[in-house]
């Protein structure tokens, strides 16, 4: 049986539909992605999946139980670190991490190995209060927090958002020695680039899931020819290529623009005669390869089946 079973899913705010019959499955022990922007939906399908939110319609299951039926003793089963730093600010690290220990009938003795290596980094610092570390030291506590009662099934919304470069590494380095301990972990993040540590990931984006697969095999589902460009007046350049006859999506991608063409025929000699036209200087083009964030465009731009 898979960890996560989604089915037909919908939930709404009043008027305002924030997840639209999304479906979905987790297998065990796999380290899935949920990637998506603010605002695509990631957090209300997270609150419905560890019982703190209903959904309108459909059902869910985690680790066999039902998410509305079974909702005490699923509470006991899943780890769950919100978007949010959600710990008490005026407890240490050692008294945030015995309380969640004692709210699940545990200790810190008696699971101390299920999160010795990341704690081992805290330990220092047991008696700080917890509104006084650092982003990544947050994270990496409440992460413990999260762990401490042996979950099944961990769900982890946006972990990494406004944590430093580094940080991010760590911790999703310390996400795939879990996974490799055999933890079913759902991670969202709204960075494109973490979608590769992923074993599988699901596009999501307006309360529906564009696409799920492995993240190698997501963008060859990208059959667009791709350029970056990159010209003097980097405003008038995407202002230009976007009214282009042959542009089919143009957005900016660190110091180049990501071009995709309606046609494969579309050459660098004809974007570069064509900007040379609208008085362009210093333009380079180039074919690229697409990744994930260019497939991500890709599929949002897709038009919706007819009905």
């Not at 978007?83 to 050692?94: A, N, T």
């Not at 990931?201 to 307006?206: D, E, G, K, R, S």
């Amino acid at each position: 049986m898979d960890a996560i079973i989604i089915e037909n899913v919908s939930k709404a705010y009043g008027e305002i539909p924030a997840v639209s019959d999304v479906s979905l499955s987790v297998r065990p022990g796999e380290l899935f992605g949920l990637i998506g922007p603010d605002g695509a939906g990631k957090t209300t399908l997270f609150k419905i999946l560890v019982t703190l939110l209903l959904p309108d319609k459909g059902r869910a299951t985690v680790a066999g139980h039902d998410v509305v039926k079974d909702y005490k003793a699923l509470r006991q089963l899943v780890g769950y670190m919100p978007g949010r730093f959600s710990l008490y600010p005026d407890l240490s690290v050692e008294e945030n991490l015995a309380f969640f220990a004692t709210v699940f009938g545990t200790t810190i003795k008696e699971n101390y190995h299920l999160i010795q290596e990341i704690y081992s980094q805290l330990e220092p610092f047991k008696d700080r209060r917890a509104g006084q570390l650092s982003g990544g030291m947050k994270q990496k506590l409440a992460l413990c927090c999260a762990l401490i009662h042996k979950p099944e099934v961990l769900f982890l919304d946006e972990p990494t958002t406004g944590v430093d470069a580094v940080s991010r590494k760590e911790f999703w380095d310390m996400l795939r020695k879990l996974n490799e301990r055999g933890l079913t972990t759902l991670v969202s993040t709204p960075y494109m680039d973490e979608a590769s540590r992923c074993d599988r990931i699901a596009f999501m984006q307006t309360g529906k899931i564009l696409a799920v697969d492995q993240p190698v095999a997501i963008t060859r589902r990208f059959k667009k020819r791709l350029y970056g460009v990159r010209a003097a007046d980097t405003y008038q350049l995407i202002h230009d290529l976007r009214l282009a006859s042959f542009t089919e999506s143009c957005y900016a991608f660190g110091e180049f623009l990501h071009l995709t063409v309606k046609s494969n025929e579309v050459t660098e000699q004809q974007i570069g005669r064509f900007l040379r036209e609208k008085n362009h200087r210093n333009i380079e083009i180039h074919a690229i390869q697409p990744g994930i964030e260019d497939t991500f465009m890709a599929l949002m731009t897709q038009p919706e089946p007819a009905a």
